[in-house]
């Protein structure tokens, strides 16, 4: 099973400077967000949780909905084909290498919205 301690988090840019952020751990979900003028935590979503193993060890994982209202009060639009900068990050684990869907050499900082890869909104 999943140190306790692992978690994995998607950050999105409010038009403010400040991050919508989901962290996702096995113990659950929390959807926060920090802006220059609110700082706000959200009902935690249902997590559908997912698992296994190979021979590079466990995975783990799982599903969850980021609620609208907080992509609405973070100022990002939900519009079909509407781009929202974002990044992944694997969050450090007792000292294991740091994580991040998007490329850092060793200055950046993970957190800079300039960095991040642009997502497209898609309607399913």
């Known amino acids: 099973s999943p140190a306790p301690d692992s978690r994995v988090a998607i950050a999105f840019a409010t038009a403010d400077g400040g991050y919508l952020v989901a962290t996702l751990s096995p113990a659950g979900c929390r959807v926060t967000l920090e802006t220059a003028t609110k700082s706000k935590e959200y009902p935690p979503p249902t997590v559908v949780p ?3 193993s190979d021979e590079q060890g466990w995975h ?5 909905c980021i609620p609208a209202l907080a992509l609405r009060e973070a100022g990002l639009s939900t519009a079909s084909g509407a781009t929202i ?3 992944v990050f ?5 000292g294991s290498a740091f994580g991040a869907s998007h490329p ?3 200055l950046s ?3 800079e919205p ?4 642009q997502f497209r909104v898609a309607r399913y």
């Open 50 to 52: 997912l698992g296994g």
């Open 60 to 64: 783990w994982g799982g599903n969850f």
């Open 104 to 106: 850092l050499d060793e």
């Open 90 to 94: 694997r969050l450090p684990r007792e």
């Open 114 to 117: 300039a960095a991040y890869i």
């Open 109 to 111: 900082d993970p957190m």
């Open 85 to 87: 900068g974002a990044a």
